[in-house]
């Protein structure tokens, strides 16, 4: 019975196909939305998209208390970094940020080559009470990588060194400014990976990942980046290198104070460097997209999978059907293997026996079919075919800003509560809003509920904050579960985090940067 069942899923076809470039897509494709969704900003500038007010004037801030750029403090870097290291022109790339949402007017780009630099550029701001917002990738949602006003824009894309890979210690050492997709790739080499993978990783850095202790789609397998980052290097505010590498898993010297730097988001330190614990690439991975009809059937198939494919269990994800079609009519080169249900999981195991682990998943997925949990799906093995389905995920996020206006949240929920909130938010919306969606890392109680609109406008903004932060505040959950406070959320830090918490983290601001010049205006206000 099970096995006719099984049958009846349509399995992927194990021929190659045309993946490998679609996995690259949102770097290489070519985007003409007014919102832009190329994966690099910087690639976006002469597209024709709408470039944003600047948020200065938006947003009404009260410019910071720090000095103005004056001609001897850029011919200073000139000097210290070289002409070529220094743009003091077309800087829109490094103004905006990849939403699109957040703009600043910083006049002046600096691109250090090492440590030393960047320490030297930390000494010259600190004294001279210049305000500076490191940069990575660019790719954060929550507008924390731009300048609000006028601050100095560091860019750490010139230190893109992946220094060591050791396949005996799986111990990896970089430099920050590396983007992750070519990490990745270095420990691919050896046998390891990065264990940390999202859908901007053709663009996002590692120092930016760290900054933001992204997420992404392994954290039910290999936890967050406060275990993998086994040590950093930070620069402060005042141009002091704060060496604390380790090489080691274990090593409890006192405090731990890499931990500072992880998700801090620029505003303690620039990370410069740093070590990661890298575990094997699996051998065999296997990917089931699979179709349900209740949030009910899904957390069903969520503990089963749990309790059924253990070990092996790599990824959890949810998309509903909102978000799926959106990005099925927007990218017409994604290829779903199912439709017609609301929700979808795509689920994957990682494992070191080919056969043991499909035989595991095939199980799994007959089980839940005779169950009535899961109604259709398919799994495949075949490399080609998982980054086909990969793809149809990674694409989604961008799907909803393609054509739209998007409010984002990321937000971490009970699991029991998890999907109530998109259909309260798309009532609490009406007429107003196009798509309202929820989709993320079920594995990881991390909900992304996305709100789509024609263009902004305050009637909807109203609708919906500060009532999702409260909602979920009331739920004990998190207003932010991945993405960062940045710029967008600091005033809402207090939903997630009382006084007292929020009183320490002023006070550990102040002690690391007392000028307040590093990433001024994000996090807290
Ligand atoms: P940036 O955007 O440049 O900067 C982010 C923050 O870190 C800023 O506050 C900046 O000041 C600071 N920063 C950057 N580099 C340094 C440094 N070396 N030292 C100190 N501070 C620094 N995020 C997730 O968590 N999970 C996901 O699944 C995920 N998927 C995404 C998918 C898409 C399509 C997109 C566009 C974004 C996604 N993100 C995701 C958000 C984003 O990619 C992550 O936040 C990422 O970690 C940012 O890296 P970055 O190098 O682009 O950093
Ligand atoms: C993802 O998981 C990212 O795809 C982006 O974290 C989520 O854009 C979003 O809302
Ligand atoms: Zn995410």
């Not at 992404?216 to 936890?223: E, H, P, Q, W």
Request: hydrophobic fraction near 40%.
């Amino acid at each position: 019975m099970r096995f006719q069942r099984l049958l009846q899923m349509r399995r992927l076809a194990t021929s190659a196909s045309a993946s490998a470039t679609l996995m690259r897509a949102p770097k290489q494709t070519t985007h003409h939305s007014t919102m832009g969704t190329s994966l690099s900003v910087r690639t976006m500038a002469g597209s024709g998209a709408a470039i944003p007010e600047l948020t200065q004037i938006t947003d009404n801030v009260q410019r910071g208390n720090y000095a103005t750029l004056n001609d001897a403090d850029v011919a200073h870097f000139e000097k210290l970094l070289g002409t070529n290291h220094v743009l003091t022109e077309d800087l829109e790339g490094y103004n905006i940020c990849f939403l699109k949402r957040i703009r600043g007017n910083s006049k002046l780009v600096l691109k250090p080559g090492n440590t030393e630099e960047v320490a030297a550029i930390m000494r010259y701001c600190n004294e001279r009470k210049l305000a500076v917002v490191p940069q990575g990738g660019n790719t954060g949602l929550v507008g924390g990588s731009v300048p609000i006003c006028d601050e100095i824009v560091l860019s750490l894309q010139r230190l893109n060194k992946v220094l060591s890979v050791d396949e005996v210690t799986g111990i990896a050492i970089v430099e920050s400014g590396c983007i992750l997709e070519n990490f990745d790739q270095r420990a691919r080499d050896v046998g390891l990976t990065v264990p940390l993978d999202l859908g901007a990783k053709a663009s996002c850095h590692i120092g930016g990942n760290v900054s933001t202790n992204a997420g992404g789609v392994r954290v039910v397998r290999y936890g967050n980046l406060h275990g993998s980052v086994l040590g950093v290097e930070a620069v402060l505010a005042n141009g002091q290198v704060l060496d604390l590498m380790s090489n080691f898993k274990k090593d409890n010297t006192g405090y731990h104070m890499k931990h500072l730097f992880i998700g801090s988001e620029g505003t303690l330190g620039v990370i410069t460097k740093l070590s990661m614990l890298c575990p094997h690439s699996s051998k065999a991975v296997n990917v089931a997209f699979i179709g349900l009809n209740s949030f009910d059937d899904v957390l069903k198939t969520f503990v089963s999978a749990k309790r059924n494919l253990g070990e092996i269990l790599s990824s959890c994800e949810l998309i509903d059907e909102r978000a799926l079609n959106t990005a099925l009519q927007q990218f017409k080169f994604l290829n779903a293997p199912i439709s017609g249900f609301p929700f979808y999981m795509l689920i994957e195991t990682s494992g070191s026996n080919g056969d043991h682990d499909e035989e595991k998943i095939n199980q799994f997925i007959g089980d839940g079919m005779e169950r009535g949990e899961i109604q259709d799906g398919t799994v495949t093995g075949d490399p080609g075919k998982v980054q086909e389905i990969w793809k149809i995920r990674e694409m989604v996020p961008l799907g909803l800003i393609e054509k739209s206006f998007c409010f984002k949240y990321d937000i971490s929920l009970p699991l029991r509560d998890f999907y109530s909130i998109v259909d309260v938010m798309r009532e609490r919306c009406g007429s107003l809003a196009t798509i309202v969606c929820g989709y993320g890392h079920l594995g990881d109680s991390n909900l992304h509920l996305n709100v789509s609109c024609d263009e902004f406008n305050d009637e909807i903004y109203k609708r919906v904050e500060p009532f999702v932060y409260e909602y979920t505040s009331k739920l004990k959950g998190s207003i932010s579960a991945e993405h960062g406070i940045g710029f967008l959320k600091k005033d809402y830090l207090h939903y997630s985090k009382n006084s007292v918490a929020i009183d320490w983290m002023r006070d550990m601001k102040k002690l690391l940067d007392p000028n307040g010049i590093l990433n001024p205006y994000k996090v807290l206000n």
